[in-house]
């Protein structure tokens, strides 16, 4: 088993940063993977960002590309997201993944990711 939590959710305006942080605890080693999800109000959780425990694979969404920034310390089982020149569009519940590959598919794939954290709230206002 391995545990996931969230922190450094907040209110920001529009063009705003802010860093979320992941701590891992239990059998980190047993998942390769990190990765963020987000879920916004009526909507399906979406794949924000992830990478691989040595971060040569590293893949983000569309709609986050050049303003998000996945990172991980594997040293403290700790994975972060810097969020960059944020929009209201962003504003949503992120949530922290840990996971392995499968075959036939990629790291923004859900079914990747066995393990998740409780959620950290982010909004963005005008």
């Known amino acids: 088993q391995v545990q996931l939590v969230e922190s450094g959710g907040g209110l920001v305006q529009a063009g705003g940063s802010l860093r979320l942080s992941c701590v891992a605890s239990?059998?980190?080693?047993?998942?390769?993977?990190r990765a963020w999800f987000r879920q916004a109000p009526g909507k399906e959780r979406e794949f924000v960002a992830g990478?691989?425990?040595?971060?040569?694979?590293?893949y983000y969404a569309d709609s986050v590309k050049g303003r998000f920034t996945i990172s991980r310390d594997n040293q403290k089982n700790m994975v972060y997201l810097q969020m960059n020149s944020l929009k209201p569009e962003d504003t949503a519940v992120y949530y922290c993944?840990?996971?392995?590959?499968?075959?036939?598919?990629?790291?923004?794939?859900?079914?990747?990711?066995?393990?998740w954290g409780q959620g950290t709230q982010v909004t963005v206002s005008q």
């Open positions: 993944a840990a996971g392995n590959y499968r075959p036939g598919g990629s790291l923004d794939y859900s079914s990747f990711y066995d393990y």
């Open positions: 990478n691989s425990r040595n971060s040569i694979d590293t």
């Open positions: 239990g059998r980190t080693f047993s998942s390769s993977l």
